[in-house]
T-cell receptor, first 113, second 112 residues
Framework: KAGVTQTPRYLIKTRGQQVTLSCSPI?????VSWYQQTPGQGLQFLFE???????NKGNFPGRFSGRQFSNSRSEMNVSTLELGDSALYLC????????????FGPGTRLLVL | KQEVTQIPAALSVPEGENLVLNCSFT??????LQWFRQDPGKGLTSLLL?????REQTSGRLNASLDKSSGRSTLYIAASQPGDSATYLC???????????FGKGTLLTVNP
């Protein structure tokens, strides 16, 4: 069974631009979560989707948004990029409510110049 | 607000040693606790999941325990190997907010 895949793996953008990251969960998984990882703050929760519905959103500005499609694939978008958005963005999937093991993808490394 | 603390922040041991990593959390109303390892620049690999009703889980040389009432979990690694070198993260899942809350991790180095 294929694992969680994320594209692209690496991205370089400049301040003010916007970016879209993609996550394909493990087949059959309906819950997708996004996390931001930085050296200073560690892993912080961005949002969680289940059956195309956002069930929770972390404490991030409105520039961060996401969505989930009917095939459970998810995208997150960051508009008006800032230097502080440079981070590793990780996606995780689980079967349903997240009460099962959550499986993480390899991440997208975003560098904002 | 749930806070997760991992001690120590870094640990260096010689190969073959048994070791314990600690994780504590402030809100005992959790659904489960999960231990992960992360290699440099990579994603997270799930090691063990302990449901709130369980006391421990074992996988190979790894054993994780959970004491929900005291807000503590330990990850025991037996006969450590250089390949165990990584950052180990614990995370708690409350359920009602659909998110994992992570500790900052323990950086483990196993020296040959």
């Amino acid at each position: 069974k294929a694992g969680v895949t994320q594209t692209p793996r690496y991205l370089i953008k400049t301040r003010g631009q916007q970016v879209t990251l993609s996550c394909s969960p493990i087949s059959g998984h309906r819950s997708v979560s996004w996390y931001q990882q930085t050296p200073g703050q560690g892993l912080q929760f961005l949002f969680e989707y289940f059956s195309e519905t956002q069930r929770n959103k972390g404490n991030f500005p409105g520039r961060f948004s996401g969505r989930q499609f009917s095939n459970s694939r998810s995208e997150m978008n960051v508009s008006t990029l800032e230097l502080g958005d440079s981070a590793l963005y990780l996606c995780a999937s689980s079967l349903a409510a997240g009460t099962e093991t959550q499986y993480f993808g390899p991440g997208t490394r975003l560098l904002v110049l | 607000k749930q806070e997760v603390t991992q001690i120590p922040a870094a640990l260096s041991v010689p190969e073959g040693e048994n070791l314990v990593l600690n994780c504590s959390f402030t809100d005992s109303a959790i659904y489960n606790l999960q231990w992960f390892r992360q290699d440099p620049g990579k994603g997270l690999t799930s090691l063990l999941l302990i449901q709130s009703s369980q006391r421990e889980q074992t996988s190979g040389r790894l054993n994780a325990s959970l004491d929900k009432s005291s807000g503590r979990s330990t990850l025991y690694i037996a006969a450590s190997q250089p390949g165990d070198s990584a950052t180990y993260l614990c995370a708690v899942y409350r359920g009602s907010n659909y998110k994992l809350t992570f500790g900052k991790g323990t950086l483990l180095t196993v020296n040959p």
